[in-house]
Each structure stands twice: as structure tokens, then as C-alpha cells.
């Protein structure tokens, strides 16, 4: 039986996977940090920005979730599928996710957050570049 409102879903799993781009988005950078990669800064960089996006939106899910009085939490995984138990209005209803569709939406999601990271470096006004084209010369 459902018991959440649709909206009240979407929200909530919204929260669910974006916490999970946010912790994969964490774990790369420990590997681009660590990884022996020429120039890691840009990546470095786009990997910052898409975290402080997300945790942004998820700081705003979170206020919602909190106003509604609703929690999503793991209630268990094996290897094909992950359960969660959303939590409202005094009631449990839980939802099992095929875990490569996990892996898809977080796929989605951070791929969203990448093209937000770069449209709002690029919105900002561009500053003036050096000419550093004689730097390189020997």
C-alpha cells in the first residue's frame, strides 16, 4: 500500500540519490588526488564545484524533507537490489531498487550537476586573460 504522496516520493528519493552523487562525487576525488594524473586541477576543480552544487540542492531537500516531516533510510542490500524505508506521516513505506538503476540515476544526476558546474562558470563574467603564449618559449 502507498502512502506517500507522489511529490512527497520524488522529493525524498531526490535526496536519496543526490546524497549518493555527493559521496561518489567525494570518492573520485580522493582518486583523482591520489591518482598520477599530469594536471589534476581542472578536474579538481569541476569535481569542487559539482559537490558544491549538490550540497546546495540537497541543503534545500533537506529543509523540505524536515518541513514534511519525512526521512528516507538503507534498510538493506543484497547484490542485485537495495531497500530504503521512506518514513512519513507516521507511516513505512519500502521501496527496493535494482541496483544497476541506482547506479543509472546517480549517473544522471551527476552528469546534471556537471552541466550546472560548468553553465555557472561560464555565466560569470569573464576576466581578462595574460597573454602567456611567449611563456612557453624557450
Known sequence: MR????KELDLASRYLFLSMAIAVIRQDRKHFEQGKFKIKEPYMELL?????????????LRLQMDRQKLQVVES???????SFL???HG???????FNPAIRKKVE???FELMRKSQ?????????PQADHSNDLQG
Not at 3 to 6: D, N, T
Not at 76 to 82: H, L
Not at 91 to 97: A, L, P, Q, S, V
Open 119 to 127: 553553465q555557472s562558470s561560464h555565466s560569470k563574467s569573464p576576466e
Open 86 to 88: 521512506f518514513l512519513a
Open 3 to 6: 502512502y506517500l504522496k507522489q
Open 76 to 82: 538493506g542490500r543484497n547484490d542485485s537490489f537495495t
Open 91 to 97: 507511516y513505512e513505506e519500502k521501496r527496493n531498487y
Open 48 to 60: 569542487g564545484k559539482m559537490e558544491l552544487e549538490a550540497r546546495e540542492e540537497r541543503k534545500h
Open 108 to 110: 544522471l544526476i551527476l
